[in-house]
């Protein structure tokens, strides 16, 4: 199919599923709503269902505007898309933070070990004594029966109001860089200051992550919009590729969340 040729290979099934969403909803005419999307399933739903698409409409929500997972609505273009279609709940529980820590995979380790699937929640805060989940409605029930203690500290989730939810904006900081190539290792190693070796070894632990997803080639090639993670040493992304220099080096704008 000619659309492939605009994604990467592993891409392809949800490439399938969000065009499986899209005759679903041609033929019903019956709003579709997603389950909670990372920034770059988010991207590909737009660039498949974005503007060209005359009878149907998408919009993207997940709890506040700097949420970055989100759940989207599928609709015909007449249909008025309301918050409540999102069907997002917020859940809120306190912990001593004095006697224990918490950090954000703590809470999501928690909830994989329940059987709580990882796309039915959205963001995660754990910080100051209080956790803030954003869940999909259908799963809130199950998760404030199951869920009652994590690193063996008694919790109780609370449905809350989004409108009390703890929100942080992120803040990059951009660089330029020039780099021999954008494979994987390459990429690490500038933007996180280690030697090649370094970089090669953290792949192979499988600690870094492309666009939400472990990554264990280090000579997966990199491009312009990826997002990298690196356990332990936080997130950044490749905001633009600029040609090349006169020695024929790449030059690269990337950007480390702060």
């Known amino acids: 199919m000619e659309v492939y040729q605009h994604f990467r290979k592993e891409e392809q099934p949800f490439i399938d599923q969000v065009l499986s969403w899209k005759d679903q909803v041609e033929r019903s005419y019956i709003p579709k709503r997603t389950d909670f999307l990372d920034p770059r399933e988010q991207e590909i739903v737009q660039m498949l269902l974005g503007t060209s698409q005359d009878e149907l409409q998408t919009e993207a929500f997940g709890g506040s505007e700097y949420s970055e997972r989100k759940r989207i609505v599928i609709a015909p273009v007449y249909?008025?898309?309301?918050?409540?279609?999102?069907?997002?709940?917020?859940?809120?529980?306190?912990?001593?933070?004095?006697?224990?820590?918490?950090?954000?995979?703590?809470?999501?380790?928690?909830?994989?070990?329940?059987?709580?699937?990882?796309?039915?929640?959205?963001?995660?805060?754990?910080?100051?004594?209080?956790?803030?989940?954003?869940?999909?409605?259908?799963?809130?029930?199950?998760?404030?029966?199951?869920?009652?203690?994590?690193?063996?500290?008694?919790?109780?989730?609370?449905?809350?109001?989004?409108?009390?939810?703890?929100?942080?904006?992120?803040?990059?900081?951009?660089?330029?860089?020039?780099?021999?190539?954008?494979?994987?290792?390459?990429?690490?190693?500038?933007?996180?200051g280690l030697s090649r070796k370094d970089a090669a070894v953290l792949i192979q632990k499988l600690l870094v992550k492309v666009n939400y997803r472990v990554v264990d080639d280090v000579k997966f090639q990199l491009q312009e919009g990826d997002m990298l993670s690196v356990r332990g040493k936080g997130r950044s992304k490749i905001v633009a590729i600029r040609g090349k220099s006169k020695k024929d080096k790449i030059k690269m704008t990337a950007a480390i969340l702060q």
């Open 79 to 192: 249909e008025t898309i309301t918050k409540d279609m999102f069907q997002i709940q917020l859940l809120e529980a306190a912990y001593p933070e004095k006697f224990v820590s918490l950090e954000h995979r703590d809470v999501m380790g928690a909830f994989l070990s329940q059987g709580v699937k990882r796309k039915k929640l959205g963001d995660i805060m754990a910080e100051d004594g209080k956790i803030h989940l954003l869940a999909a409605g259908e799963v809130v029930p199950f998760i404030q029966m199951n869920l009652t203690s994590i690193k063996k500290s008694r919790i109780s989730f609370k449905e809350q109001s989004l409108e009390s939810l703890a929100v942080k904006k992120e803040s990059w900081k951009e660089y330029d860089k020039t780099i021999s190539s954008l494979r994987l290792d390459t990429v690490i190693k500038e933007i996180y």
